[in-house]
């Protein structure tokens, strides 16, 4: 089955710029997803299709995905954004639908 | 306001049943697809089945395939996930989401439901 793989965690200081990988075999032809999970709450979507951002959502949370690496950049990190956040595909194997293992945004 | 409200969660024996069911509010429920998506206390999240808007096509992920049944009624805009032959790796807050399109066959979820939590212990 497809494999999306995250790094665990990402550091970043206030105001600076935060980038979360997710790769995968060629997910540059794939449209990849990413959810934003604070403790205790539901995910909730903050980017879509690569680089679209749902109503209500900061500009300042952008994506893009090339080649074998998408990526979800926070620019301009508040101590708000500190969460898990996951990436997502659908994929043609047997499980259609595939996270990433999340990665843990510290805000220092 | 687009809401999710998941409820049937407990504690239930390894090689029990349980039935989980969604009700869903504030858009046309018959419009979309949905799923169900899990995680383990302190794990990720694992999408586990996904059914189109009219119940035609369902979807399993293979750790559940042949145990689990997911069911939707549009007439009660409710989603539902028959459990049974429960193990203890099934323990998970268990969340509905709205997919984007009527289909099952692609997309993100949006919006996500609270959860409702599943314990499997003897």
């Known amino acids: 089955s497809y494999v999306l793989t995250q790094p665990p965690s990402v550091s970043v200081a206030p105001g600076q710029t935060a980038r979360i990988t997710c790769g995968g075999n060629n997910i540059g032809s794939k449209s990849v997803h990413w959810y934003q999970q604070k403790p205790g709450q539901a995910p909730v979507l903050v980017v879509y299709d690569d680089s679209d951002r749902p109503s209500g959502i900061p500009e300042r949370f952008s994506g893009s995905n090339s080649g074998n690496t998408a990526t979800l950049t926070i620019s301009r990190v508040e101590a708000g954004d500190e969460a898990d956040y996951y990436c997502q595909v659908w994929d043609s194997s047997s499980d259609p639908v595939v996270f990433g293992g999340g990665t843990k945004l510290t805000v220092l | 306001e687009v809401q999710l409200v998941e409820s049937g969660g407990g504690v239930v024996r390894p090689g029990g049943s349980l039935r989980l069911s969604c009700a869903a509010s504030?858009?046309?429920?018959?419009?979309?697809?949905m799923s169900w998506v899990r995680q383990a206390p302190g794990k990720g999240l694992e999408w586990v089945s996904g059914i189109n808007w009219n119940g035609g096509s369902t979807g399993y992920a293979d750790s559940v395939k042949g145990r689990f049944t997911i069911s939707r009624d549009n007439a009660k805009n409710s989603l539902y996930l028959q459990m049974n032959s429960l193990r203890a790796e099934d323990t998970a807050l268990y969340h509905c989401a709205r997919e984007p399109y009527g289909g099952n066959s692609g997309g993100w979820f949006d919006p996500w439901g609270q959860g409702t939590l599943v314990t499997v212990s003897s």
């Open positions: 504030g858009f046309t429920f018959d419009d979309y697809g």
